[in-house]
C-alpha cells in the first residue's frame, strides 16, 4: 500500500489549500482516513478524520476552516484548507487505517506566511 500526497505550498493567511492524499495497493477495506500535521519541535497531531460512513471529526484549531472528504471509489481522501493561518504551517501526513494495519503518506510542506 502506497500513499501520495499532493497539494502542499506556500500561501499568503487567509488563502486556501487542497491537499489531496491518493492510495495504490492492495486495499479491500478502508475504516478511516485522515489527516495529521507536524510542526517544527511538536509533536504530530490529529488535523481531521473520515470514517467509512462519512463520519468527520476535527481538532478544535480547524473547525470551521478545514473539510476533510473522501472518495472511495478511488481510495482518496482530500483537506480543503481556507482561512489559513500562520500557526498552520507544518508538514501534513495522510493515514489510511484498514483492519489490521495503518500506512503513513510521505507529508506535504504547508507553509502559511503572515
Known amino acids: 500500500v502506497q500513499l501520495v500526497e499532493s497539494g502542499g505550498g506556500l500561501v499568503q493567511a487567509g488563502g486556501s489549500l487542497r491537499l489531496s492524499c491518493a492510495t495504490s495497493?492492495?486495499?479491500?477495506?478502508?475504516?478511516?482516513m485522515a489527516w495529521y500535521r507536524q510542526a517544527p519541535g511538536k509533536q504530530r497531531e490529529l488535523v481531521a478524520v473520515i470514517t467509512s460512513g462519512g463520519s468527520t471529526n476535527y481538532a478544535d484549531s480547524v473547525k470551521g476552516r478545514f473539510t476533510i472528504s473522501r472518495d472511495n471509489a478511488e481510495n482518496t481522501v482530500y483537506l480543503q484548507m481556507d482561512s489559513l493561518k500562520p500557526e498552520d504551517t507544518a508538514v501534513y501526513y495522510c493515514?489510511?487505517?484498514?483492519?489490521?494495519?495503518?500506512?503513513w503518506g510521505q507529508g506535504t510542506q504547508v507553509t502559511v506566511s503572515s
Open positions: 493515514k489510511v487505517v484498514l483492519a489490521l494495519a495503518y500506512y
Open positions: 495497493g492492495s486495499i479491500f477495506s478502508i475504516n478511516a
